[in-house]
Structure formats: structure tokens, C-alpha cells
């Protein structure tokens, strides 16, 4: 996105119970996002489904991975609280990113 394509941004400050803050700031940390991206996508994921962003909105993609590296991504999506639907979409965005960007580049 080039500097005039971006969108105007305002700051949004509350306070928030400081477990809360923890773990947001660590997901935050995990995505690779800055605080304002990983806010962003946090907002705009509730308030699509407030709005009822319904089903017809998306599309289901599976795939079959070995037995071993299943339970090795379950194990790791447990200790860490994420769910396997968020950290999907999380790696598909920053591949696409990644490929924009170098696309970009070039």
C-alpha cells in the first residue's frame, strides 16, 4: 500500500486489566504484527461478528498432514491458547505478505 493509498488512523487508549494487556501484547508478539495491525484485525474480527458476518463470507479449506506433525501443532496451540482456525488464517497472511512484498520489491 503506498503512503497515500493508506488509511487515516486515529489512537484508541483505555485501560484494561493488566492480565488482559499480558496476553494480548504476547499474541501481538507471536503474530508479527505491530499493536495497532494486531488491534485492527482484533476490532474488525468483532465487529464483523456483531454485525453477523455470516458463513456465506468464507470459505472451508482442510488438508491432510501427517499424524505427527498434527499433535506437534496441537500440542504448541494449546500451551499457547491459540485456535487452530486463527493460526491458519495468521500463517496464510503473512505468507501472502511476504509474497506481495517481494513482489513489490522487484
Known sequence: MTEN????TRNLCAQIPVDLHARVREEQERS???LGEYMTILIQEYY???????????????????????DEL???????????KDFL????????DAAKAEHTAE
Do not use: H, N, S, W
Not at 488464517?89 to 501472502?96: A, H, M, Q, S, V
Open 48 to 70: 464483523d461478528r456483531k454485525e453477523g458476518v455470516t458463513m456465506g463470507d468464507t470459505r472451508t479449506f482442510a488438508a491432510q498432514i501427517p499424524t505427527e506433525l498434527f
Open 89 to 96: 488464517i495468521d500463517c496464510i497472511r503473512e505468507k501472502l
Open 32 to 34: 508479527g504484527k505491530t
Open 74 to 84: 496441537d500440542r504448541y496451540l494449546a500451551e499457547r491458547k491459540i485456535k487452530k
Open 5 to 8: 493509498e493508506k488509511q487515516q
